[in-house]
Structures are given as C-alpha cells and as structure tokens.
C-alpha cells in the first residue's frame, strides 16, 4: 500500500513538473490549439522538433524574415554563437549550420541543424533540433528553435 502511495505520489509530481515545464518553454499557452492533451502529447512521446510548411503546431511554421537567405545566414552563425552552442559544421553555401547545445545541468545534448532558405528577396528558417537521448523533451527542443529564432529578430528587426 505504502508503495503504491509513493508510486503515485512521484507520478503526480513528474506530471505537476512536466505541465509547468511545458508552460515555461513554450511560447504559447498549452491550451492553446491543437488543444491541451496534443500538446501534452507532444511534449512528453517527441524528443524531435522542426519548423516546417505545415506543422502540427502552429508556433512551428518556418518564420519568414525580411532578409536573404545569405544575410539570415550570418544572423544564424551570430546568434547560435550568442547562444553558446557549439557549431558542428557551418556550410556558407549551403547556408546551413548544425550544432550542438549542450544542457546545463545534466550536460545532456542536443543536436540543431539549421537552413536559412530563400523565398524570394526574403528568406525562411528551417529549424531542426533533436535530443539524443529520451523519448519526450518536454519541450527543450522547441525552446532551443525559439531562443534561435529570438537571437534572429533581435538582429534583423
């Protein structure tokens, strides 16, 4: 009996912690569509997060930035340095970076690539961010697209 107790009392606190986690990496209320239970889904079964056309979550369109491509490439290299991660490879005309960000208490790491893509005299920003380890990230990996995409406005606007 008093196991079980403990079982559920450590359940209740990992979710208490992974839905206030969720609020404070997100940008976006989590009730916010597709609703509560995706997102909590999401967060907790997807260890993978990407800009992309048409995503799952709308926070997660590509953002469009009034640049080319070239340009939001240095913006990209500028702000991953700001953000202390640790460039793999930088390829200028590929426009595309991959780095890794490393956490700071568990040292655990995270793989980025980024693609900065043309469209027409402005550019878009492909983002790709997975953690090597764990199933659900609780979000990190769409804070890590955030804080880059933040670093991005802060220069460019």
Not at 2 to 13: E, H, S
Not at 79 to 100: C, M, S
Not at 108 to 135: H, M, Q, T
Request: charged share 25%; glycine share 6%; aromatic share 10%.
């Amino acid at each position: 009996m008093q196991t079980a107790i403990i079982v559920l009392l450590v359940i209740f606190v990992l979710l208490v912690f992974m839905y206030t986690r969720a609020f404070q990496i997100a940008e976006v209320p989590m009730k916010a569509a597709p609703g509560f239970k995706k997102r909590f889904n999401v967060y907790f079964n997807s260890h993978v997060s990407e800009t992309t056309d048409n995503p799952f979550l709308p926070e997660m369109t590509k953002p469009q930035f009034n640049t080319d491509a070239d340009n939001l490439y240095k913006v990209m290299e500028k702000g991953i340095k700001n953000l202390g991660w640790i460039i793999v490879t930088a390829d200028p005309a590929a426009r595309e970076i991959k780095a890794i960000v490393q956490t700071k208490l568990l040292k655990f790491k995270d793989d980025i690539k980024v693609i900065a893509e043309a469209d027409g005299n402005n550019s878009k920003l492909y983002a790709w961010s997975s953690s090597r380890i764990g199933i659900g990230d609780m979000g990190a990996n769409q804070k890590h697209i955030f804080d880059l995409v933040g670093q991005i406005k802060n220069e460019i606007d």
